[in-house]
């Protein structure tokens, strides 16, 4: 029977029997992560330092964040890390998007993407993780995503402004003769009390930055920290409050067009024939042809006009006949979803996690509990729907994208117009939204082959809220079963998990890698392996299908469904043994400290044990709650829940969180929200349905969002911690879901398996 041990010894002994080079290569840490491979573009009147930041005369320092912010705070929290290292005044710190380089390639996703247990710190984790990261560092890509921007960047970024700040001290003290230990730094400035000379940052910057970079820096303690901890308003905000952020949709270059796209309804469709006269009479159409599906997206027609609205009027005007001889025309998600099911009586799936013997454990329980859920394929509805500009003009091409990977799409953008990436230039703008959608190139890719039609125009090519629903990478489906056993005592002595759905990575590594997908993908099992709970026995797998439906990463990824699964059979298990849910989970993490303390604290804040108030209308409350460990952070969440003429209506949500360091409290909380609205909408409303290969969902009124006027209120609490920052803009999803179908257990009797949750 495959399991990720054996398979990762396999792939371990392999290393080693090519040879002990590639093993002391794998055991080395990763190279350097602040000298880029060019150097950073300087502007008049500033000084580069690495490739992390700029030091301009007037005393403004601009630090480069090579991620993009999709409402996170990412822009804010990493320019805090480096301005909190270099002692900058914070009213002076400005950021920027970098090129793409080697040293901004993200190291942690894919070494926290490595299919081990948290609990697991074996040497085989210890050198496959070592592995990864360095090959990441060389080859790998500079990406937004997994909820890890500060987790990857922490110690980098601190390293550059421990270093900048030591080469500014370095050139006060060179200028006014004096021991460099004498200096102080803060706020941007430099002074020498013995002599009373005092700089700013600008007064220095050229002759610091012609100081050589110190082989080693002592970064602050956490005592130290000016900065970091501090619930700061991020440095985007004004702009979005007065209108000028410039998001994907805003960009405006001089004469620039516009292109809209239909594309074939049934996915991985194309064109068969069309008939554009009517269209090309319409008042600023200026041109009509076929697209290519590009890195898995589908085929189409696209149409260049002066203006968005002759382009939305235009393409409605093109007759399409459509070729939908494609796997995905006989595809049904209702009967597929059924027939995952059904498979869940013979699967063994690929085991991610055991211990002990569950099947003898099973065999001499006393009780046993049995369960199967459910969750649909979603869309990602981003509020900003799919756009990219590009201007492609003397075999070179310039793009403007909100995307979370600026190095693929420059990529993509080459590919599709036949010329070297080096001669593509990306700016990356605000997302309106990406939770793993803008980690696709396909739009890129799109974009650019229309704006090769368009004679060196910058055209900007935007889909429609219907070509985006129908034309996503979804969430995958999932089903899964479970099977408990209780001993005398009512305690748990087995745990058996199997769940069924399809394999992301294979996916997106043969669509934008071009790259067979071998071995485990913890995202199909992650949120259900990965867990504190203290089994004694127990087997978790998961099953990987072949299905014709483009799937791809969805906020929370495989945690959006299996914490859904796992917190709600939990709470069945402790109904069984009839005991209070808290107190049986707690009884579950004796070894595990810091989740029982994230527990009691959601638990006391919510006021758990005490009657909860009744609704506004009064009718009856409920409570339920939910843990859940993902991206590296803990989160527990307390739901109170009513139901009104079927309606179920979450009044208020009680977040706890353990996220290690918090860099900005103001962040986790905005996004601890962002998580559990997210969540909630889908817990509530999100289906994507599908049949004859064409989805059916369109916009908001088929696939709604929580509208403001149903919003719970939530209450964020931050654990202190002076542990390494983990994830946050994902691990506040999870747990609601479960929470909230808890709730509803306890006010109803009813146990609702499926997603999205409906009273009978």
């Not at 009479?281 to 203006?307: C, N, Q, Y």
């Not at 906020?555 to 796992?566: C, D, I, T, Y």
């Amino acid at each position: 029977m495959p399991t990720r041990r054996r398979f990762l010894l396999a792939t371990l002994g392999a290393t080693v029997a090519a040879g002990g080079l590639a093993l002391g290569w794998t055991l080395m840490p990763p190279r350097q992560r602040l000298v880029p491979s060019n150097p950073l573009p300087a502007k008049a009147g500033e000084h580069a330092f690495f490739g992390w930041l700029r030091i301009g005369t007037d005393g403004t320092t601009t630090v480069m964040v090579p991620k993009s912010e999709m409402g996170q705070g990412v822009l804010t929290g990493l320019a805090m890390v480096l301005a909190d290292e270099l002692d900058a005044d914070w009213s002076r710190v400005r950021v920027e998007h970098p090129p793409p380089d080697a040293i901004y390639n993200n190291l942690a996703t894919l070494v926290d993407g490595l299919p081990f247990h948290p609990d697991d710190d074996g040497l085989v984790k210890r050198v496959a993780g070592r592995m990864t990261a360095r090959t990441m560092r060389e080859i790998g890509v500079m990406m937004t995503g997994g909820s890890s921007s500060t987790k990857d960047l922490w110690t980098p970024m601190r390293e550059a402004g421990a270093s900048a700040r030591a080469m500014l001290v370095g050139a006060a003290a060179a200028k006014w003769g004096v021991p460099a230990g004498e200096l102080k730094v803060d706020a941007g400035r430099i002074t020498h009390a013995g002599s009373g000379r005092a700089a700013g940052f600008g007064e220095l910057a050229a002759d610091a930055a012609a100081q050589p970079m110190p082989k080693a820096v002592a970064l602050k303690t956490p005592d130290r920290f000016t900065l970091i901890g501090k619930p700061l308003p991020r440095l985007e905000a004004a702009s979005k409050a007065n209108g000028t952020a410039g998001f994907g949709l805003d960009v405006l270059r001089p004469g620039m067009l516009y292109a809209t796209v239909a594309m074939c309804p049934t996915l991985g469709g194309r064109v068969g024939s069309f008939d554009a006269k009517a269209a090309l009479a319409s008042p600023g159409v200026k041109k009509v042809f076929a697209v290519a599906g590009h890195h898995g997206g589908t085929g189409g027609v696209a149409l260049i006009a002066d203006s968005p609205w002759h382009a939305l009027k235009g393409i409605g005007l093109v007759d399409v006949k459509w070729d939908e001889a494609v796997p995905a025309a006989q595809f049904d998600s209702a009967a597929a979803l059924d027939r995952m099911t059904q498979s869940l009586d013979a699967a063994e799936g690929f085991a991610y996690h055991t211990v002990g013997d569950v099947e003898k454990a099973l065999a001499g329980a006393t009780e046993r509990i049995e369960a199967t859920y459910r969750a649909p394929w979603l869309a990602h509805a981003a509020l900003e729907p799919i756009n990219c500009t590009v201007r492609f003009r003397d075999g070179r091409a310039e793009v403007w994208a909100p995307t979370q990977v600026p190095g693929l799409a420059r990529s993509a953008a080459a590919k599709a117009l036949g010329i070297d990436p080096e001669r593509v230039e990306v700016h990356v703008t605000l997302l309106g939204g990406g939770f793993g959608r803008r980690l696709e190139v396909d739009f890129v890719g799109q974009a650019a082959a229309i704006a090769r039609e368009a004679d060196g125009a910058p055209v900007q090519t935007f889909w429609s809220r219907a070509e985006d629903t129908r034309h996503d990478f979804y969430r995958p489906a999932c089903v899964a079963r479970f099977t408990a056993g209780l001993d005398a005592q009512k305690r748990v002595v087995a745990w058996r998990n199997v769940s069924v759905g399809q394999s992301i990575v294979p996916q997106v590594l043969g669509r934008v890698f071009g790259l067979p997908g071998g071995g485990p993908d913890k995202t199909t099992s992650e949120g259900a392996f990965d867990q504190p709970y203290e089994w004694p026995a127990a087997r978790i797998a998961h099953e990987a299908v072949s299905l014709p439906v483009p799937i791809g990463f969805w906020r929370a990824v495989g945690h959006s469904h299996q914490a859904f699964f796992k917190e709600g059979f939990v709470d069945e298990c402790a109904h069984a043994a009839k005991a209070d849910p808290v107190a049986f989970r707690l009884a579950l993490l004796q070894r595990h400290p810091r989740h029982a303390a994230v527990l009691k604290l959601a638990a006391e804040k919510a006021g758990w044990g005490t009657p909860p108030a009744a609704a506004p209308d009064g009718a009856k409350v409920a409570r339920g709650v939910a843990l859940h460990q993902s991206f590296g952070s803990i989160v527990a969440q307390v739901a109170e829940v009513s139901v009104a003429s079927g309606a179920i209506r979450v009044h208020r949500v009680v977040c706890a969180i353990d996220c290690g360091t918090p860099v900005n409290p103001n962040l986790i909380a905005q996004q601890m929200e962002s998580g559990i609205v997210f969540g909630l909408s889908a817990a509530l409303f999100g289906e994507t349905t599908i049949a004859a290969g064409r989805v059916a969902q369109s916009n908001f009124h088929d696939q709604p969002a929580l509208r403001i006027d149903a919003c719970p209120r939530i209450e964020t609490h931050v654990v202190p911690s002076t542990g390494h920052p983990e994830g946050v803009g994902e691990p506040g999803l999870p747990p609601i879901a479960p929470a909230v179908a808890n709730a509803l257990f306890a006010l109803t009797g009813q146990r609702l398996r499926s997603l999205p949750l409906k009273i009978a």
